[in-house]
């Protein structure tokens, strides 16, 4: 299984973003790692951005077995239920469920 920590930080909230993420093998390894500005949104969308194109990445890459990480409780609830999501995130949360359901995967939380 590869590990995927990602982070999503803003300067303000809204405010500037930026997102990045690191993906290991198992041995501890860096396999790829990236880092994004986006532009201006919430530190919300930041997390989750952070976590979509790290596992955009992952499955790209074909790694098909995922442990993703994040230090935000909020991002990892919106994942998790379907029903309280806000509208302004609808789609990012959809596209990130629907690239998860090409892999074997988990999330959780990490501290920072």
Do not use: C
């Not at 405010?15 to 949104?41: C, K, M, P, S, W």
């Not at 995130?89 to 990130?96: D, G």
Request: aromatic share 8%; glycine share 8%; hydrophobic share 40%.
């Amino acid at each position: 299984m590869f590990k995927l920590n990602t982070d999503g930080a803003s300067k303000g909230n809204p405010g500037v973003v930026g997102a990045g993420g690191i993906i290991r093998n198992h041995l501890d390894q860096i396999v790829l790692a990236f880092q994004e500005y986006l532009g201006l949104t919430s530190d919300t969308a930041a997390e989750l951005k952070a976590m979509y194109r790290g596992v955009k990445l992952s499955i790209g890459s074909n790694i098909r077995k995922i442990w993703v990480e994040i230090d935000t409780n909020i991002a990892l609830k919106l994942i998790s239920s379907p029903s309280q999501r806000p509208w302004h995130l609808q789609n990012l949360l959809q596209q990130i469920k629907n690239l998860l359901s090409q892999a074997e995967f988990k999330i959780s939380h990490i501290f920072r």
